[in-house]
């Protein structure tokens, strides 16, 4: 069943069928060896798919996000970064690196942060003299700071289809995605060291003052989803709707002038546009997810790995390199839909902790968005500076390299991760 599943959704992906027609498809042929087919119970599940309350939260993050870049947000947080930090020799990028963080923790987006990012920081960095091919390398990996940090949508969908907790998921990502950003930090240092990149006037106190006022009610934001979720006041699903209400709110009250009423209707149009596809595609995954199983995939897969190794860390680090060569070749949603099911199951019957395991994933897949020929933010980044794939890849290798450290360094130390988590839960 397991050759059944991945020869059909990887020979319809082949034929260039949509992805989530491919999982239905796939879904559809195990049932038929099975002999359990029926259109109806199909149907069901799809249904059913879409019918989920955590779901929820993914459209109204989505929205958040399009207020949010609508709004102007994203521009007074680069001006506040740019402040602290656009003084020291390469500068910018640093700044590129710390905006990454503070936009991580409002969209969840990694195609949404890169874009924003990229729009304003690309230009200026080549305009003081900085290399393009670096400079849009770095946009492109500070972007995918973005599904690691909360809220996360990518955690969200991991946590719906693991049925794991997505508060713990969202705890548990906040010191791998600052660990990303130190490690691109020590990464632009010597890239920067090489370079003669011209700094910037150093801001003084007053003005940091003043860019930290037009800013704080954007950071604001994480903090109030963080100490929500942690106390418990609200359920990640409802804290997407506060975040929401919150972005539209600071928008047309307190950054007045970027957002207009009459442009609502095209903010909702994009985000409606956007939440169409990954709820579609969700459904498909829990059909899908229903079916393998039914068919029993992950216990013959557990039985397949445990001939090899009984060792969890042994079983992490294959399961690991399969994750990065699974993001070289497909996007990071369809990866989260399909394999979660199936490896979740294997890596809980080797003792391994579900969330741990969870924000390994999402690391990795994360990387994927980075590594050509599919990686999605490298196309944004490529769009925005207007070099090609070839370019780019020059560019982002060394960042690259240091975020595949930082992933096995986790592996390899879990409790980077298992103690704030545990800290951050109780």
Not at 96 to 116: E, P, Y
Request: glycine share 10%; with cysteine; aromatic share 10%.
């Amino acid at each position: 069943m397991i050759w059944v599943f991945l020869g059909v959704l990887f020979f319809f992906l082949f034929l260039g069928l949509p992805v989530v027609f491919s999982m239905l498809m796939s879904a559809v042929a195990m049932m038929l060896v099975m002999g359990i087919f029926d259109s109806q119970v199909v149907a069901q599940q799809l249904v059913n798919g879409a019918n989920s309350f955590p779901l929820m939260a993914i459209p109204f993050f989505i929205l958040a996000g399009e207020i949010m870049n609508a709004g102007g947000i994203s521009k007074r947080v680069v001006h506040f970064a740019t402040t602290l930090v656009g003084h020291i020799r390469g500068g910018l990028g640093y700044v590129t690196i710390l905006a990454g963080v503070m936009f991580a923790g409002l969209s969840g987006s990694a195609v949404a942060d890169t874009a924003a990012l990229g729009a304003i920081l690309i230009p200026m960095m080549v305009a003081r003299g900085y290399n393009v091919n670096r400079a849009s390398g770095l946009v492109a990996s500070s972007g995918i700071i973005a599904p690691i940090i909360p809220p996360s949508i990518p955690l969200i969908m991991f946590g719906v289809i693991g049925g794991v907790s997505i508060t713990q998921l969202f705890m548990g990502g906040i010191v791998p995605g600052i660990l990303f950003a130190v490690g691109l930090m020590v990464a632009w240092y010597f890239v920067a060291k090489r370079g003669n990149y011209e700094t910037m006037e150093k801001a003084t106190a007053k003005e940091r003052l003043r860019a930290f006022g037009q800013a704080i009610w954007a950071l604001f934001l994480p903090f109030i989803i963080i100490v929500g979720l942690r106390g418990g006041i609200f359920t990640p699903t409802e804290a997407a709707v506060i975040a929401c209400v919150y972005a539209l709110l600071i928008s047309l009250t307190v950054y007045r002038g970027d957002l207009k009423i009459r442009q609502l209707p095209e903010v909702l149009v994009a985000s409606a546009k956007t939440t169409g596809v990954v709820m579609f595609l969700a459904a498909a995954a829990i059909v899908t997810s229903w079916v393998i199983t039914v068919a029993q995939v992950p216990a013959e897969l557990a039985t397949m790995l445990s001939g090899i190794t009984e060792s969890p860390l042994v079983l992490l680090l294959i399961l690991m390199v399969f994750l990065l060569l699974v993001g070289v070749v497909m996007d990071m949603t369809p990866a989260i839909l399909i394999f979660t099911p199936v490896l979740l199951p294997v890596v809980t019957a080797a003792g391994i902790d579900p969330v741990y395991f969870g924000i390994l994933m999402i690391i990795n897949l994360c990387i994927g968005l980075i590594t050509p020929p599919v990686g999605t933010v490298l196309y944004v980044a490529c769009g925005i500076s207007r070099i090609s794939i070839i370019d780019i890849t020059k560019g982002i290798w060394p960042f690259l390299l240091v975020q595949i450290l930082v992933l096995f360094l986790l592996v390899l130390f879990p409790q980077i991760i298992l103690v704030p988590l545990e800290w951050l839960t109780k």
